[in-house]
């Protein structure tokens, strides 16, 4: 069974950065594709990166490009997003996902079959 622990959420003031982890257990993950999410109050949930796990490969959303970065230790089974530059918006709960790395986008939640339980990102103004 897949599992997903994410860390490294907290309180932040505008500007500033955080490291987010997602350690992944279960199985190997060299065929999978892994992705952050985040979801605010009221608002539905948002593709925010993804990563390939084989080669590394990423994919960022318009809004985060730039100042998040995706990441990924093979040796560590994690994954990271380097968070810089946070305003006030990028408050959320982000969540990392997985699948099978299959045709189709990688932008849509309702394709992933693994999810972690969240971890809350709040940015000051």
């Known amino acids: 069974q897949v599992q997903l622990v994410e860390s490294g959420g907290g309180l932040v003031q505008a500007g500033g950065s955080l490291r987010l982890s997602c350690a992944a257990s279960?199985?190997?993950?060299?065929?999978?594709?892994m992705s952050w999410f985040r979801q605010a109050p009221g608002k539905e949930r948002e593709f925010v990166a993804a990563?390939?796990?084989?080669?590394?490969?990423?994919n960022h959303a318009d809004s985060v490009k730039g100042r998040f970065t995706i990441s990924r230790d093979n040796a560590k089974s994690t994954m990271y997003l380097q968070m810089n530059s946070l305003k006030p918006e990028d408050t959320a709960v982000y969540y990392c996902a997985a699948r099978v790395r299959r045709p189709g986008t990688v932008v849509f939640g309702r394709s992933y079959d693994y999810w972690g339980q969240g971890t809350q990102v709040t940015v000051s103004s």
């Open positions: 990563i390939f796990w084989s080669d590394g490969s990423t």
């Open positions: 279960g199985r190997t993950f060299s065929s999978y594709v």
